[in-house]
């Protein structure tokens, strides 16, 4: 089992930043990715950015130039850093964590664990 926990979310104005952190513990050795996803109300969850031990970094379209997906190894920690963000930005912000190395990363299907997610509200 893979336990994870997100923080960081809050309200931020159109414009502003947040760095979400997503803490891992438990059987940490299996997992090999760690990805984000977004859910907003009515909306299916989607793919935000994705990290491979590997190295490979993934973003979706939207985020792309905007957001950044780190690592610290020590801390079993993974960070989405968020910058300019826009109110279509609101929404549950999750982290899940992979065993694969060769799954798609912007498939739900690919996790195996998933944190309980934080909100992300960002007005305008």
């Known amino acids: 089992q893979v336990q994870l926990v997100e923080s960081g979310g809050g309200l931020v104005q159109a414009g502003g930043s947040l760095r979400l952190s997503c803490a891992a513990s438990g059987r940490t050795g299996n997992t090999n990715a760690v990805g984000w996803f977004r859910q907003a109300p009515g909306r299916e969850r989607e793919f935000v950015a994705g990290?491979?031990?590997?190295?490979?970094?993934y973003y979706a379209d939207s985020v792309k130039g905007r957001f950044t997906i780190s690592r610290d190894n020590a801390k079993n920690t993974v960070y989405l850093q968020m910058n300019s963000l826009k109110p279509e930005d609101t929404a549950i912000y999750y982290c899940?964590?992979?065993?694969?190395?060769?799954?798609?990363?912007?498939?739900?299907?690919?996790?195996?664990?998933w944190g309980q997610g934080t909100q992300v509200t960002v007005s305008s």
């Open positions: 990290i491979r031990w590997s190295g490979g970094i």
């Open positions: 899940a964590a992979a065993p694969s190395q060769l799954t798609p990363l912007f498939l739900k299907a690919s996790y195996d664990y």
